[in-house]
């Protein structure tokens, strides 16, 4: 028997046979697609199924969720390209305003009907309103204030207008300008043609000059604004004196420039042929810098102002060795001086300290030196002293024997 064969631990192995071999798969994936392919040939083949009754039926079971993870890779909000697509074309109905007739909105019944008629009624009547300006007219009479106040669509008007982004006085002006307009050319048909081209002109630019003497670009109106400034300030005309012999009048830029605005004349031209002989002397500059350094050399030295460090200055009082120098010179010396005597007898007192103690030390010295000599002498006596010892007693052995 080969050693494959042999059992593990003892037990047997299971015979395989060729259903189990059908059955079994070497991994789950292959057992899930063999699954698979089994429920769809049974979902595809009913008849056959029942039409055999001895073949064996097999099992459903129910569905069961599934355990896979979601996969970064995947799109999960499918679509969302074309709805974003839909969202910016044109055609989208939730981007671009879109009228609508009856037909394509379908049965509205008539009290939505009515209801809108009277609110667009409602608004017409404020705008109306608005436009006249009847709630802005004050009265003396408080009778009349009061009544205006108890009436809502004065009342209505005035919140209208104040929570309104319309210049309703602005819109009345040019009304009645309009209208002015038109009472004017109505003996001619062409009154219409003509309020054309009055705006027209207004729009087309032209170049003026501003009040400050600037040359600007700008439309008709701009140009009659600035005209009409100019002609209310009235600055001092500058004039030329004929230096430059050009005429003034001539020149509409030279009209009504401040004098602060006009540049002074250099005082340093040169008119007419003139030979520049500065050109053929170039030791001109050095001779002036040599003669600027002469100067400042032969100038007496003045020594510089004596400045001391000023104690209060700064905070410096609970600094470690810190003295406050008084700022009179005097005293300021009378310090330094005790100052400098203090060190001196310091450095005196030191130096005595030092030979004394240096005269202690040589003392010590001496007495050291003194104390191993007498301590040598003794050995050395000791010593003779041993050897005498030891010659006595070898005589006496000898008279012994």
Request: glycine share 6%; charged share 35%.
């Amino acid at each position: 028997m080969p050693a494959d064969s042999q059992p593990l631990y003892g037990i047997r192995r299971p015979k395989s046979t060729a259903s189990q071999k059908d059955l079994t798969s070497s991994s789950t994936l292959a057992f899930t697609t063999h699954l698979s392919s089994l429920i769809s040939k049974e979902s595809s083949n009913p008849s056959s199924t029942s039409s055999s009754p001895g073949a064996p039926q097999p099992t459903k079971g129910r569905p069961r969720p599934s355990r896979s993870k979601p996969d970064i890779f995947s799109v999960h909000n499918k679509n969302a390209h074309k709805r974003a697509a839909a969202d910016i074309s044109g055609d989208s109905p939730h981007v671009l305003q879109v009228h609508k007739r009856g037909a394509d909105i379908g049965y509205v019944d008539e009290a939505t009907l009515h209801r809108s008629k009277r609110r667009l009624a409602e608004k017409a009547k404020l705008y109306a309103d608005l436009k006249k300006g009847e709630h802005l007219v004050d009265s003396s009479d408080d009778e009349e204030d009061e009544r205006a106040l108890r009436d809502p669509s004065i009342a209505a008007a005035r919140r209208a207008e104040g929570n309104s982004l319309v210049d309703f006085d602005r819109k009345w002006a040019e009304e009645e300008a309009r209208k002015a307009r038109r009472a004017r050319g109505s003996a001619s048909p062409s009154g219409s043609d003509r309020d054309e081209d009055q705006e027209t002109e207004d729009i087309l630019l032209v170049d003026y000059v501003d009040e400050f003497g600037r040359s600007r670009r700008g439309t008709r109106a701009e140009a009659a604004e600035a005209a009409r400034q100019q002609q209310r300030s009235a600055p001092p005309r500058v004039a030329d004196d004929g230096e430059d012999g050009t005429d003034s009048s001539r020149n509409p830029s030279h009209h009504n420039i401040l004098p602060s605005a006009k540049p002074s004349r250099p005082s340093n031209l040169i008119y007419g042929s003139t030979v520049q002989s500065a050109a053929f002397n170039p030791d001109a500059n050095i001779a002036a810098r040599m003669e600027h350094i002469a100067k400042t050399r032969d100038r007496t030295p003045t020594p510089p102002p004596e400045t001391h460090y000023d104690a209060e200055a700064e905070v410096r009082t609970r600094g470690t060795g810190f003295y406050a120098f008084s700022k009179d010179e005097a005293a300021r010396k009378e310090e330094m001086d005790e100052l400098l005597k203090a060190r001196q007898e310091t450095v005196g007192e030191r130096e005595a300290t030092k030979k004394k103690k240096s005269a202690r030390e040589l003392a010590k010295e001496e007495r050291r030196k003194k104390i191993e000599e007498l301590r040598g002498k003794r050995r050395a006596e000791e010593f003779l002293s041993g050897l005498g010892d030891l010659g006595g007693l070898s005589g006496a052995g000898e008279k012994g024997e």
